[in-house]
């Protein structure tokens, strides 16, 4: 376990480019052990762009990324244990549709660190029960709600025993009486101190949760507080034409 409080993630001057596109203007930040960040911004603003940089889902072209000492480049052998360190949840689950919950929770222990299926199925179990599934252990994806199917990408992101979860609108997919049963599991996770960077629009969950919210506007960082100063008295103007939209 790192230590709670120092560096996990930097950012240091990172540019990306789709095309003519500059879509992240020299991003610099830094997210420590144990903080909770949710990352705000209009729709194209950059921020899955940001979140998928940091595990090498998608290139930076300039610019240096750091994770737990791992420099985030083509080195392929570092993009192994980078991405053991760096789990992702998506709005659309994307859960192994041909395998049962245990199996896909259990999956990438056994390929990726190596454990026996004795052990990735009792660690599997544990992390199922916890996001309260485990009525559902032997189900396939299609026999599960969209919140239950959630749960189960957040027990198979865990299951890796990842050093930071990244978190690109979790909620957006779901029917909205299903959006507090993931919303609680990420609470909970949060609350046992977990690093987690967490795109999303739900405000409820970042005046509770976040340590730090991030504002990110055509491609930069425009604000970068704590919650109740970031909700409270907001002198930017980009902030609260975007907080009058959404709220
Ligand atoms: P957000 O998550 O804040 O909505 P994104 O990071 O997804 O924003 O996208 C930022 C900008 O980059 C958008 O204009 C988007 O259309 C563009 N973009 C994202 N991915 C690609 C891609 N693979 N190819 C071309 N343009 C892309
Ligand atoms: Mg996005």
Redesign the pocket.
């Known amino acids: 376990m790192t230590t709670a409080g120092t560096d996990l993630i930097t950012v240091e001057g990172v540019n990306k480019h789709?095309?003519a596109?500059h879509?992240l203007k020299d991003v610099s930040t830094t997210f420590r052990a144990g903080e909770v960040t949710v990352i705000l911004?209009?729709?194209?603003?950059?921020?899955?762009?940001?979140l998928?940089m940091l595990n090498r889902l998608?290139t930076h072209d300039s610019g240096r990324i750091l994770v737990d000492g791992i420099e985030v480049n083509d080195d392929t052998r570092q993009l192994e244990k980078l991405r053991a360190e760096v789990g992702m949840v998506f709005q659309q689950f994307n859960l192994f549709p041909h395998l049962t919950v245990l199996e896909n929770v259990a999956l990438a222990p056994r390929r990726v660190r190596g454990l026996s299926r004795a052990e990735a199925e009792a660690r599997a179990t544990e992390l199922i029960t916890r996001v309260g599934l485990a009525d559902h252990i032997h189900k396939h994806p299609f026999q599960l709600s969209g919140g239950q199917q959630q749960r189960v990408a957040i027990a198979r992101s865990l299951a890796m025993q990842p050093k930071v979860l990244l978190f690109?609108e979790p909620t957006s997919a779901l029917d909205p009486e299903m959006v507090k049963e993931v919303l609680d599991v990420m609470k909970q996770l949060a609350r046992s101190g977990m690093t987690m960077l967490v795109?999303t629009h739900e405000m409820g969950f970042a005046r509770e949760v976040a340590d730090r919210v991030l504002f990110?506007d055509q491609?930069r960082i425009a604000a970068d507080a704590p919650p109740d100063v970031f909700f409270g008295r907001q002198d930017n103007e980009r902030v609260r034409a975007f907080l009058g939209r959404i709220l």
């Open positions: 789709f095309g596109h879509v911004g209009a729709s194209g603003s950059g921020k899955s762009t940001l998928r998608e690109d795109v990110i491609g």
